[in-house]
T-cell receptor
Framework: DTGVSQDPRHKITKRGQNVTFRCDPISEHNRLYWYRQTLGQGPEFLTYFQNEAQLEKSRLLSDRFSAERPKGSFSTLEIQRTEQGDSAMYLC?????????FGPGTRLTVT | EDQVTQSPEALRLQEGESSSLNCSYTVSGLRGLFWYRQDPGKGPEFLFTLYSAGEEKEKERLKATLTKKESFLHITAPKPEDSATYLCAVQASAGGTSYGKLTFGQGTILTVHP
């Protein structure tokens, strides 16, 4: 296992389209997090899974965003009806206890 | 609400010129303070976790320290390859249960010139 992987690495989409990102965590890690990072800012928490249960969602996460983690393994983050303000780096992190290991991120550009 | 403020926003150093980055925080019960390094277009890379005031950790030219209100990342004799954005984050304990989410500062962009 070489770490957290994310797919795709880059996504360009037109406003109004739906997009889905995938995160494969480190296999023994039961905690999985999604963050969003815009230029010049630190990552911002979006949502958290422990195994397959989604235990926390940021109040900033609009209804257009949905995340799943079936069977407690990989996770998907879907954005419906994308807007230009959704353009950002979407980061996934996994952990067993406290320290989160981040993936390389998916860069989303909404035109 | 947990808050993290990093200063300066950007720091330019000459190779070998030591300096420090600051991370000030307010949190409802600190479970851990984290430092990450982030290169352009990549995900954050874990450096250190500090758990209690007075704790220090070192890794090569980097040393992180923690007080009850702030943390410092000291860089001794930096090299150009130390150029990156350094992120500070806090993890809070809430009612004895921590989901482990991190609250990040905006980062300090470090540039080390040869």
């Amino acid at each position: 296992d070489t770490g957290v992987s994310q797919d795709p690495r880059h996504k360009i989409t037109k406003r109004g389209q739906n997009v889905t990102f995938r995160c494969d965590p480190i296999s023994e890690h039961n905690r999985l997090y999604w963050y969003r990072q815009t230029l010049g800012q630190g990552p911002e928490f979006l949502t958290y899974f422990q195994n397959e249960a989604q235990l926390e969602k940021s109040r900033l996460l609009s209804d257009r965003f949905s995340a799943e983690r079936p069977k407690g393994s990989f996770s998907t983050l879907e954005i419906q009806r994308t807007e230009q303000g959704d353009s950002a780096m979407y980061l996934c992190a996994s952990s067993l206890l406290g320290t989160g290991i981040f993936g390389p991120g998916t860069r989303l550009t909404v035109t | 609400e947990d808050q993290v403020t990093q200063s300066p926003e950007a720091l330019r150093l000459q190779e070998g010129e030591s300096s420090s980055l600051n991370c000030s925080y307010t949190v409802s019960g600190l479970r851990g303070l984290f430092w990450y390094r982030q290169d352009p277009g990549k995900g954050p890379e874990f450096l250190f976790t500090l758990y209690s005031a007075g704790e220090e950790k070192e890794k090569e030219r980097l040393k992180a320290t923690l007080t009850k209100k702030e943390s410092f990342l000291h860089i001794t004799a930096p090299k150009p390859e130390d150029s990156a954005t350094y992120l500070c984050a806090v993890q809070a304990s809430a009612g004895g249960t921590s989901y482990g989410k991190l609250t990040f500062g905006q980062g300090t962009i470090l540039t080390v010139h040869p």
